[in-house]
């Protein structure tokens, strides 16, 4: 059961702010704040005012069904009433345990996404091909903007890896889940046995750093420039324009050649090596909340095998949630993608409520 003074809390904090947004005083930036947390607010407090009233609303149908004088048509309305207030009561107890926990807020930024070929040669290059444009497909759906960043293509049509930055609403939120390891098992195009070949891809997912959240200074940073370089290892352009961004205080390092000018190179290399600070500071924190207790959903580790694509038997398995879908066809278009992604953020919901006790 929850403490019903939280409960109160939430409908006391809506009132209050419905006070401050009526205020003359108030500026715009903190007119948008308010209206961010009050709309917020608005989503679950009549919930909360029926968790409150419940105990009253039940012992007043008691009452009803309980007095003599009340007529049999009168008591099976409250009787009825009763059953479905009760229903209601676990309805709402999940709504208000689910809004107070812990926001990420990260949720609501743009992603950053890096798929690349993982074990199995040419096959997997394809399957690392076969992922991003399944995301792609993802995002033309839901009307997303998908910026490429940088891209190493292989032969045959793969890709060794892709850099991308997908933009819209709550990007991050519906994306994070698909960091690890995911495992495609098909017959290659050049397999003339029929044999099942098993390879690999790694799919990062971060959320885009802002100057606000990742503050770069030049004394943490070494720049160094080189001749791009394209397959085979020819000469892309004569002049030293590729970039190389070492952040000496984490050891991360970011290298950028896909563009012509050196200018734009640093721009789109300190744009990735901003969200993999963010990134890492991010699991670093959440690394020591957590302690010992690792999270089935969510970890972000990239060496996790997080789903197998079983392509002969059509099938896709994410093994954190033990979720089989036998679509596969219609995952790798993007068709059925939030169904899984919705299973994934319950679970991970259903997990946090666990850890908290509510």
């Not at 009233?53 to 004088?69: E, G, H, R, V």
């Not at 370089?229 to 324009?241: A, C, E, H, R, Y």
Request: no cysteine.
């Amino acid at each position: 059961m929850l403490p019903l003074e939280k409960v109160q809390n939430l409908i006391d904090r809506h009132v209050k702010l419905e006070k401050e947004l009526s205020s003359v005083e108030i500026d715009k930036k903190k007119f948008a704040s308010i209206s961010k947390e009050y709309s917020d607010l608005n989503d679950i407090i009549k919930q909360a005012k029926e968790y409150l009233s419940y105990q009253k609303d039940t012992d007043d149908l008691k009452n009803i069904i309980n007095d003599n004088k009340s007529d049999s048509e009168m008591k099976e309305f409250a009787n009825n009433e009763l059953e479905n207030l009760k229903k209601n009561y676990q309805i709402n107890e999940k709504k208000i345990k689910l809004f107070l926990l812990p926001k990420d807020l990260a949720d609501s930024k743009n992603a950053i996404i890096e798929v690349r070929a993982g074990t199995g040669g040419l096959e997997a290059s394809l399957f690392a091909s076969d992922l991003y444009k399944m995301y792609e497909k993802v995002s033309q759906k839901k009307k997303w903007v998908v910026e490429i960043i940088s891209i190493s293509k292989s032969d045959a049509g793969g890709l060794k890896e892709i850099i991308a930055l997908i933009k819209g609403e709550n990007i991050y939120s519906s994306l994070k889940y698909e960091s690890g390891v995911h495992r495609v098992q098909r017959v290659p195009d050049t397999e003339t046995q029929g044999r099942v070949h098993t390879s690999a891809a790694t799919v990062a997912v971060l959320p885009e750093a802002e100057d606000l959240d990742i503050q770069l200074e030049e004394k943490d940073l070494r720049i160094d420039v080189f001749r791009s370089s394209g397959p085979g290892g020819q000469s892309v352009n004569t002049t030293d324009s590729a970039v190389r961004i070492t952040h000496i205080p984490t050891g991360i390092v970011v290298s950028q050649q896909d563009e012509k000018s050196q200018i734009r190179n640093k721009e789109k290399g300190l744009k990735i090596l901003r969200s993999r600070i963010y990134d890492y500071e991010r699991q670093k924190i959440d690394q020591e909340r957590s302690k010992d207790r690792k999270s089935k959903i969510g970890t972000g580790d990239r060496s996790e095998r997080i789903r197998t694509y079983n392509f002969p038997q059509g099938r896709v398995t994410d093994h954190r949630i033990n979720l089989t879908l036998h679509k596969l066809e219609e995952f790798m278009e993007g068709e059925i993608f939030d169904e899984m992604i919705e299973s994934l953020s319950l679970q991970a919901q259903m997990d946090e409520l666990n850890k908290l006790n509510l």
